[in-house]
């Protein structure tokens, strides 16, 4: 009788670890699948950036020489700490602010801005003064 116990227990117990394996198994499976997906989602977003305007090699050696040591994020940090640009008030207790800015060319720039409540878009256009400091004029602005 004890030996057909162990057996019994023995037999439950694999039959456990066979559906836990499986269940391992199949969350693997969908784990790996979701980074397949991930992976592609990158892709694509990679390849939507490859075709954005940006920068070139010789206007990032130009905004350099102007004393900008690395031009494309110290210009969007440059907007993003100068909400007095938005002339459009927060509502509702929020605060404007900059949330995307694309660099287009050497002297204009693409910004979306937030309050968390409405939002808008802005064409702006920036120079780099020799000491690196930079100097913006907005062209145009609406809210979405």
């Given at each position: 009788m004890r030996?057909?116990?162990?057996?019994?227990?023995?037999l439950?117990?694999?039959n456990?670890?066979?559906?836990?394996?499986?269940?391992?198994?199949k969350?693997?499976?969908?784990?790996?699948?979701?980074?397949?997906?991930?992976?592609?989602?990158?892709?694509?977003?990679e390849?939507l950036?490859?075709?954005q305007p940006?920068?070139n090699?010789?206007?990032?050696?130009?905004?350099k020489?102007?004393?900008?040591?690395d031009p494309v994020?110290?210009?969007?940090a440059?907007?993003?700490?100068r909400?007095?640009?938005?002339?459009?008030?927060?509502?509702l207790g929020g605060k404007m602010y900059?949330?995307?800015?694309y660099?287009?060319?050497p002297?204009?720039v693409l910004?979306?801005?937030?309050?968390?409540h409405?939002?808008?878009?802005?064409?702006?256009?920036y120079?780099?003064?020799n000491?690196?400091?930079?100097?913006w004029?907005?062209?145009d602005?609406y809210?979405?």
């Amino acid at each position: 009788m004890r030996n057909q116990i162990k057996l019994f227990l023995l037999l439950k117990d694999f039959n456990y670890q066979r559906r836990l394996f499986n269940l391992l198994l199949k969350s693997e499976k969908k784990l790996m699948r979701e980074i397949g997906d991930l992976k592609n989602l990158l892709k694509e977003k990679e390849a939507l950036l490859e075709g954005q305007p940006r920068l070139n090699r010789w206007e990032i050696e130009e905004l350099k020489k102007k004393g900008l040591q690395d031009p494309v994020p110290e210009i969007i940090a440059d907007l993003k700490r100068r909400q007095d640009l938005i002339p459009y008030k927060a509502i509702l207790g929020g605060k404007m602010y900059f949330y995307e800015v694309y660099v287009l060319s050497p002297r204009w720039v693409l910004a979306s801005f937030e309050d968390g409540h409405i939002m808008g878009r802005m064409f702006l256009r920036y120079s780099v003064g020799n000491n690196g400091r930079i100097s913006w004029r907005v062209i145009d602005s609406y809210l979405d």
